[in-house]
């Protein structure tokens, strides 16, 4: 049979957004892949150096609409780290309730689309109605159900009312743990769904080093990397982790490091509500910070980066993010040669492929027709050239 | 044949049990579908006009012929695939015992209207010229000759218990000896029906065609406007018709008895509710499966259930 090129992309209703798969098909086998990204880059890093440090933090919320606690708390650690900033207490037990909370609706929402991408609808409209209530209580305890606008350099901006609140969030996590644990069920035993998702999309430990994935896709893959354990931010020192690994290499596996996870954030909710200290919120700031910082968060999809540098000016003189999703991208075309078209989405979904969070660099000529991706020295290199290129 | 002979079967085709009952009667049912499966996944559903409503909106669309489509055959599939869904109820009774065209082996005809949708759908899907319309239209043939073979040997279990390939004869057999589903074969017979009737409906766990999450639309990708109408509508009436045919087969038919006002009464109700829970049965496996891979559905039906309906003509061979 001959080979055919079949576009998986950048338009396709299997992938919520704009990122390109050109897969090489003989017959229903799948014998090469490429993957193409830069569809939905919107500047954010330049509009970063454009904005004082105090708006970033909303800026990178936008990023994403899912890991929209993941980003601002990156890079308030990031100048945190530049300028020696030490978070009180009971804002690094909050910022860990709320990237819990997130890390609960983001593997719920994965799992939804799983299940969809795999036609079990009913699945994924009771995985998506679990959902909900997390998404409720994130409006009540934050004012919003994505884009919680929580952190600031420091701190964060809203103290949670444990007194108030306290049981509601309680209550939610209560009906929510028989919840994940009857649909994880019902993934696990049903034969169906186990012949779709046992042996399918198989990522070796060997490759999944080699292709420095992270996050679930790292830890369904054998390698048990969580920034939470191995570099604890926030109050995860304290309210600890449990990081559970599976070897099975498969999609299985990076569901079931999901589920776990699902039933371990609220576990880590439940403890750090139980550790809550007294406080102030937000440390208080002189000036501007001055020098380089990191900050690493493990945002549900895997590690998030955020480097900054600063020079004493409210603007930050350089952001670079580097998305989970962009180290685990590349690791999908080991996973899709030898297997078929309708295994495709599967392996593509399985990683959680997040492109907004991932496209940073692209330049698209209008004019020309033609389309850039460009590398990081080449954008220099442009920017040096003309003062304005981007727009 | 006389100007009123022509008159009845034109009227016979158009109106009732055709093309204009059909027509109402696929979009009902194909409503208490969608609106049953909302219910299973606890969303609302769709109110009872939207089947309608998506059809006229669709008719009023541009239809859009791509430049890499074999234009005649691309506009002839989903014509084919309508009249061939038409036909069937004319074969199959519904006031009377005997329907307007009885012949010996209409059971046969039936079966080979019902194969046309499908082949429609693979006409259609390669003449369009689509990378997913030709790998959906592959997935058709595939799927097809792997449900093909039990469904019919499903029908041939009935025939033989019966001893007719006639439906009229079905139905009268059924009506002095009981329903065919209570008998070992019979049973046997209507589970693998009921399991190749999810694939000839492309629905799961068997929507592998049209697979849209793997390959847009499968076949139908291309197809827009009035076509695309055309396709819903057979697969609409389909949804009514298939479970009138297993009625049909298995449950003594659906005949409606005019001769007073309580026999019609009752004899609607119950004809209603047989195909009302046939319907559920359908929804109720669609809603409780994912979808199954072209090969795992492969060895499903040449395998497991080929076995499985070779026994129920055993069964039948011997008298069960």
Redesign the interface.
Known sequence: MPEVVLPIGPYHPALTEPEFFQVYVSGEEIVDAKVRIGYNHRGIEWLAQRKTIHQVPFLVERICGICSNAHPMCFCQSVEEAGDIVVPDRARHIRTLIAELERIHSHLLWAGIASHLIGYDTLFMYFWRHREPICELLDLITGNRQHYAINCIGGVRRDIDLEKYGSKILGVLKSLTPAVLRLGDAVVKDRVVKARMEGVGILSTDNARKYCVVGPTARGSGIGIDVRKNEPYAAYRDVGVDVKVFTECDVMARTLVRVHETLESAEIVRRTMDAMPNGPIKAELNGFPTGEGVGKVEAPRGEDIHYVRLNGTDKPERLKIRAPTYMNLGSIVPQLVGYTIADAPLIIGAVDPCMCCTDRIALVDVRKGRKLVLSLGELAQKTRKNRNPIR | MSWLDVAVALLNTLVFPGFLFLFNAGFFFSWVDRKLLAR????VGPPVFQPWADFFKLLSKEIIIARTAFKATFILAPLISLIAVMLVPLMLPIVTPTPQFTFIGDLIVIVYLLILPALAAMIGGSASGN??GS?GS??EMMLLTSYELPFIIAVFTVALKAGSLRIVDLVQYQSSNGFLFLTGSGFIAFLVMLLSLQAKLSV??F??PD??????AGPYTEYSGALLALFKLSHAMLLFVLPWFLCTLFFGGVLVDFSSTIRLFVTSAASVLKLLILLIAMSLIR??????????ALRFFWLHLTIIASVGFGLAVVGW
């Open positions: 299973f996944q606890e969303r990378p997913y790998i592959s997935r799961p766990p929507d592998i697979a849209k999450t793997e390959i847009i809603c409780i499966n994912p979808r199954a891979r072209i090969d795992q």
